[in-house]
């Protein structure tokens, strides 16, 4: 069974920094595209960003370019999500998924609260 | 990157169907078949339920169905039931090799 699962949520203050981990199991790692979804409380879902297999691409939604730094280590089945000058809109639970073109599974989420 | 438009909310008696729409553009719904439907209960992870405007993953059942017509996508779930009561929503590969998700829709089971 494929599972994802993410930690390092918690409550920053705005401009701090936060690193968000997700750890994979029951699937080859290093051949799956990894992604990050958010979703703020009540509310929508919002791509965050995508890494290819390799760890060489990297894309990143526009509210979030140059502030946030995904990576991965493939040895590790770990994909992570380097969040830094966080402000109170990106308060949000987080999920890492699986998937190019198809987000085909999920993990739990892990929240990130932005508040002074 | 702008939402995809979704009915904030639909609703349907059980056994009959309903169908969810989803609007885009011709850079995401309209200009790739990388059109995808999640289904999400409260508190929860969502779930894969259509790929590529039409596929089912292993596991879901023939109730629920995809189709995409120009700028305009959407899921039907026949024979509703009361466990289909849950949000959805649809995401489309758009450029740049970006994504983009429609605001949701609830469906509500009567």
């Known amino acids: 069974e494929v599972q994802l699962v993410e930690s390092g949520g918690g409550l920053v203050k705005p401009g701090e920094s936060l690193r968000l981990s997700c750890v994979a199991s029951?699937?080859?790692?290093?051949?799956?595209?990894m992604n990050w979804v958010r979703q703020t409380p009540g509310k929508g879902l919002e791509w965050v960003s995508s890494?290819?297999?390799?760890?060489?691409?990297?894309y990143y939604g526009d509210s979030v370019r140059g502030r946030f730094t995904v990576s991965r280590d493939n040895a590790n089945n770990s994909l992570y999500l380097q969040m830094s000058s966080l402000r109170a809109e990106d308060t949000a639970v987080y999920y890492c998924?699986?998937?190019?073109?198809?987000?085909?599974?999920w993990g739990q989420g892990t929240l990130v609260s932005v508040s002074s | 990157q702008s939402a995809l438009t979704q009915p904030a909310s639909v609703s349907g008696s059980p056994a009959q169907s309903i169908t969810i729409s989803c609007t885009g553009t011709?850079?995401?719904?309209?200009?790739?078949?990388?059109v995808s439907w999640y289904q999400q209960y409260p508190g929860k992870a969502p779930k894969l339920l259509i790929y590529?405007?039409?596929k089912r993953p292993s596991g879901i059942l023939n109730r629920f169905s995809g189709s995409k017509s120009g700028n305009t996508a959407s899921l039907t779930i026949s024979g509703l039931q009361a466990e289909d009561e849950a949000d959805y929503y649809c995401?489309?590969?758009?450029?740049?090799?970006?994504?983009?998700f429609g605001g949701g829709t609830k469906l509500t089971v009567l």
């Open positions: 011709n850079i995401d719904v309209g200009g790739y078949n990388y």
């Open positions: 890494i290819s297999s390799s760890g060489f691409f990297m």
């Open positions: 998924a699986r998937g190019g073109t198809t987000m085909t599974v």
């Open positions: 029951g699937l080859i790692f290093s051949s799956s595209s």
């Open positions: 590529d405007v039409s």
């Open positions: 995401s489309s590969y758009t450029t740049n090799s970006s994504w983009v």
